[in-house]
């Protein structure tokens, strides 16, 4: 499927671009006080080594603006600052040294303020995203288009942006989020139409890993389809790690990013004598420690009895057809060895590091 993106400025996040032509970055944010520094490091490092492309904390009061400089010095990955009802915690995030600022119009104060935040920002080269919530639109727009309406978040967001540029700030990211899809489908086909600053798409309060994934993949596949979108978040209630996981898959079953390990298995039946579900998620447990020294992509089809396999299992780059109490090996249509089933996972990871050329 060739998808033709919306025409958007880029901008600079770190070292990370977003918008124009550059590719669609994954987000998460991080899920620690940010006040406990050991501890949100080590979780921003999880989602480094999951290939989350830039990642976002929470700065809720001044103790946790000034624990970002720590956090900064000891990660590598772009860093957003989320701040609300309190414009001078931005400051204080942009003297830490983030590379991204995240403000919601509805609550971070007033207009004096936000023009504070534009010229610091400006002077730092750190672009500014206007994160319009559904849950903290102002009243007087609520009370315009009768509530929280695709309506109400599109003029909210392009009242905000306009501030910015007010102030001479052109560095801007526009999201416009709500725990409705069609809400937020719409409000984003509004605003995608008013302006060219680059989209980061995601659904808020999307639910659990469960619910949510499958609202957020509607949603955010949706529109990335339509060519609206230049980074994206899932929102989920549990682990980050799960919510660059989620994304990535996104962007690779829209074939917007490169699949470095495509995994195909059955969704086993009555004749699957092997616990296919262990072996596939043990699998997909190791192959983040894979990726960064993967050279090209691959194709792993783990299959759970004698119908499908043996066809999948040889048009795979790496295959396992599965029997009773054991498998047989496929490497690039050949069959290699048979394997006991207590040598599945250890035999696939193997061979995903020895074809990808990863010595990891």
Do not use: W
């Not at 995203?129 to 695709?150: I, M």
């Not at 994206?232 to 917007?256: A, F, K, N």
């Not at 043990?282 to 894979?290: F, L, R, Y």
């Not at 020895?354 to 990891?360: E, P």
Request: glycine residues 12%.
């Amino acid at each position: 499927m060739e998808i033709k993106r919306r025409k958007s400025r880029r901008v600079n996040v770190g070292t990370v671009q977003i918008g124009g032509d550059a590719p669609v970055s994954v987000q998460s944010m991080t899920k620690t006080d940010t006040r406990d520094v050991k501890a949100t490091i080590e979780q921003i490092a999880r989602l480094e080594e999951i290939g989350c492309d830039i990642v976002r904390v929470a700065v809720p009061d001044v103790e946790a603006a000034e624990a970002l400089r720590l956090i900064r010095k000891a990660t590598r990955v772009p860093l957003v600052a989320d701040i609300h009802f309190d414009y001078r915690l931005a400051l204080r995030a942009l003297e830490a040294g983030v590379d991204k600022l995240r403000i919601n119009p509805g609550n971070i104060g007033p207009r004096s303020g936000v023009e504070e935040i534009a010229r610091e920002a400006a002077s730092r080269g750190v672009p500014i995203r206007v994160g319009v919530n559904a849950g903290s639109l102002d009243r007087r727009l609520l009370d315009k288009y009768g509530g929280r309406t695709a309506d109400a978040l599109a003029e909210s967001a392009i009242e905000s942006a306009k501030i910015l540029e007010d102030a001479g700030f052109g560095d801007i990211v526009i999201s416009l989020k709500a725990s409705d899809p069609a809400t937020t489908i719409d409000a984003y086909r509004l605003v995608a139409k008013a302006c060219e600053y680059p989209l980061h798409v995601g659904l808020t309060e999307a639910g659990s890993p469960r619910s949510g994934t499958v609202k957020s993949a509607i949603v955010i596949g949706l529109l990335l389809a339509e060519g609206i979108g230049d980074t994206i978040r899932v929102s989920l209630t549990g682990d980050p790690v799960e919510e660059v996981r989620v994304g990535r898959e996104i962007l690779m079953t829209l074939g917007m990013r490169g699949r470095e390990v495509e995994i195909i298995s059955c969704p086993t039946c009555g004749r699957c004598k092997v616990d296919l579900r262990k072996v596939v998620r043990e699998v997909e447990d190791k192959i983040p420690g894979i990726l960064p020294n993967l050279r090209f992509p691959l194709k792993v089809a783990i299959m759970g009895c004698e119908v499908n396999g043996p066809g999948e299992a040889r048009d795979a780059d790496i295959g396992l057809a599965c029997g009773k109490g054991g498998g047989i090996l496929f490497i690039k249509g050949e069959m290699v060895r048979r394997l006991n089933e207590d040598e599945f996972v250890d035999a696939l990871v193997g061979e995903i590091k020895k074809m990808g050329g990863s010595s990891g």
